[in-house]
């Protein structure tokens, strides 16, 4: 490397990630591809931090803020490499989970802000992003499937039934993200799954259509089976087959006590094949057929002492014919969680609602990164949950010079350094105590430790290569 600068240089690791996520998208020019992946590399670096900070020499600085100010550069082309190589991945996984769901980004209090929506009960501004995450049975999750962005528009004051059909509504959201995520490679089966939102009948025909399958939770007390029976009586009526156990949700803590705890649910469960009929009245679904379904209804039937009791009942294209078939069903529905966690990674960890971008497709971009970027931590709180708890695991999924230096601060080998003790340590950097009843570490203390961990990792690179440059760089 003779001659080479002896400026202090970004991470390798990091800079290979960047380049497997963000390197190659098609922008128009290639020196703007450039510029988001070296943009992409110093968000993940430090994430959570302004881009002045993050880029503080000042040509770096606006030549990010000209890529995420371009009206040329759309970000769902900046997001293909990454959605590339989460469907290869998932390709090789007899069953895959979509995980759908929505959330604002609430930028009320920002007045500067052009191309917004309103948000919430009308009164907000802000922007809708609807979401797909690619994520097995056991929850690890994949990557990012489809990502859009909406400025919804107040609803027109007298709006009469037909006038709402013959418009985009948000209800579109999901049957549009099953239609750009398109036909699903052979040998793997792609489930959606969605809250109670997603209960829509256009929907479910669409994944169909689409050799998709889904497990929906319903909304609607239907008619069912072309009869005046509606959905809720049905499985009220129905035999109970049997029960099972489901552990709701993640304890949360403020400062040293637990404000809300998950807990533990016995469901007893219910199921009955059924038949939606497509709605009477919407010339949309008029040429379409009657879905044959099967409901599947857990319900907790005595609850801890003022505590809402859980009632799930949920829509699937799968086949539940006896009591063996419905926990699975339940199970994938669980997992319907992890987005929610990972929109939390993206507002408190990567603190998109705080950007001083002043259009909201510039924040669109900008969120475009950071959406992958929110993913690395999540997946890196996955190490924790995997089944085998080995070395060999961890070596398949974590960098070399990552791992040492865990396994230095774990003070063990790095061939006995475990995916539970790797979370664990991460997690201690970032100020978790790890007492004996303390629930699972949460986003921000694995935010601050894996920050931690990569200055640390990005100065033993730049020392390896003090090193190797010799007297010219001293």
Known sequence: MAGGSCAPSKSQESGAWARANFGGAALGDSRRSRRLVAVAQAMVENPGMSLPKLLPDWSDLTGAYRLLSNPQVDPQAMLAPHTGLTRQEAAGHPVVLCVQDGTYLDFTLRTGIAGLGVIGDG?????????????????????????????????????????????????????????????????????????????????????????????????????????AERLWPKLARQEVLGQMTVKLGTPRTKGNRIKRGGREAVLRIRIAP?????????????????????????????????????????????????????????????????????????????????????????????????????????QVRDLAEVTSDTPATLALRVPPLFLAMVAALAKVAPSKLTPRRFHLTVAKRGGYLARKHDPRPGWKVLWRGWHDLVQMVRGAELYQELQNLGKDCV
Request: charge should be negative; include cysteine.
């Open 123 to 227: 009164y907000g501004r802000g922007l809708l992003r609807h979401s797909a995450l690619a994520v097995l049975p056991d929850k690890r999750v994949l990557g990012v499937l489809d990502l859009a962005w909406h400025a919804l528009q107040a609803t027109p004051e007298g709006e009469t039934m037909r006038e709402r059909q013959s418009r985009w509504t948000r209800g579109f959201v999901w049957h549009e993200a099953a239609g750009r995520i398109g036909r699903w490679p052979a040998g793997s089966h792609l489930l959606h799954v969605g809250d109670r939102h997603c209960d829509l009948f256009r929907f479910m025909h669409e994944a169909l259509g689409l050799g998709h399958g889904f497990v929906v939770r319903a909304m609607h007390d239907r008619y069912v089976d072309e009869t």
């Open 274 to 378: 059924i038949v939606v009929p497509p709605p009477r009245n919407d010339p949309r679904t008029q040429e379409a057929w009657p879905l044959r379904l099967y409901a599947v209804y857990p319900r907790e039937e005595n609850p801890p002492p003022g505590v809402e009791a859980v009632e799930w009942m949920l829509l699937t294209s799968l086949p539940v014919q006896s009591l063996e078939d419905a926990p699975r069903v339940i199970g994938y529905y669980t997992c319907r969680w992890v987005i929610e966690e990972w929109h939390r990674g993206l507002k408190e960890g990567c603190r998109i609602e705080e950007s001083q971008l002043d259009e909201g497709q510039d924040i669109q971009r900008l969120a475009a990164i950071l959406s992958v970027v929110a993913l690395r931590l999540l």
